[in-house]
């Protein structure tokens, strides 16, 4: 016999739900990180002038840091398939990031394999995050 109504679905709904929260939760603080961060990174260029070797270093290390915290905020929230829920976290960090600079500096050529470096170790760092949470 089928139901219309199934609480073990409805829940399953509930469930989900509060877990997207938690990923909303780990990315707005992983955000705030990151301007913070960033903007102390942005008065140490300005003070001491460091090459844009180091400078972008520096970058990609507050991204990783900020996607580690993020996937540590989700994974606490999750319990439960850490790992899966630490990657959809990073996986979302980077595209709002690249979406943000694409707008905002407009796509650069030849940047594609930095690029795709910087988006595999935010995932990783998300992931590594919610798993050690």
């Given at each position: 016999m089928t139901y219309l109504y199934n609480e073990e679905i409805n829940g399953g709904f509930v469930v989900a739900g509060q877990?997207?929260?938690g990923v909303l939760k780990g990315l707005i603080i992983s955000y705030l990180i990151t301007?913070?961060?960033?903007?102390?990174?942005?008065?140490?260029v300005y003070k001491v002038g460091i090459s844009d070797t180091v400078l972008s270093g520096l970058i990609t290390a507050v991204y990783i840091f900020a996607t580690f915290l993020g996937g540590f905020v989700t994974?606490?929230?999750v319990q439960e398939k850490k790992f899966v829920w630490g990657a959809l976290f990073g996986f979302t960090y980077i595209l709002i990031a690249v979406a943000l600079s694409a707008i905002v500096g407009g796509a650069e050529a030849g940047t594609l394999v930095p690029r795709i470096t910087k988006c595999v170790m935010c995932v990783a760092g998300g992931m590594l995050g919610a798993m050690l949470a």
């Open positions: 877990k997207m929260l301007i913070i961060l960033l903007f102390a990174v942005a008065v140490v994974g606490k929230k």
